[in-house]
């Protein structure tokens, strides 16, 4: 059973930068897409940007486009989001997943194992 813990969470200031790691143990993430998404207070779920296992493609939205960046590393069984020149609305809880199957790996519901989140708060 493949389980995901999310750390690096916390609070900066905008302009800021934080990484978040999600951990997996019980499965390797080899063969898994993994992704990143957030959630802002009153918001839904959005994906943020993922990882394809075959060819290690990444798809990220326009938002954080040129700010954030995934990256995995399989040798750690982790992925990586590094988020710079934060923003006030990149306020949220942000949740990695990961599928060995699926068509497109920005959408929730594609997924089927979560972690729990991890809180970042930018604030001045």
């Known amino acids: 059973q493949l389980h995901l813990v999310e750390s690096g969470g916390g609070l900066a200031q905008p302009g800021g930068s934080l990484r978040l790691s999600c951990e997996a143990s019980?499965?390797?993430?080899?063969?898994?897409?993994v992704g990143w998404f957030r959630q802002a207070p009153g918001k839904v779920r959005e994906g943020i940007t993922c990882?394809?296992?075959?060819?290690?493609?990444?798809y990220t939205v326009d938002s954080v486009k040129g700010r954030f960046t995934i990256s995995r590393d399989n040798a750690k069984n982790t992925v990586y989001l590094q988020m710079d020149t934060l923003k006030f609305e990149d306020t949220g809880v942000y949740y990695c997943?990961?599928?060995?199957?699926?068509?497109?790996?920005?959408?929730?519901?594609?997924?089927?194992?979560w972690g729990q989140g991890t809180q970042v708060t930018v604030s001045s």
């Open positions: 019980g499965v390797s993430l080899d063969n898994y897409a």
């Open positions: 997943a990961a599928d060995p199957a699926l068509t497109l790996c920005i959408e929730p519901y594609e997924y089927d194992y």
């Open positions: 990882i394809e296992s075959y060819d290690g493609s990444t």
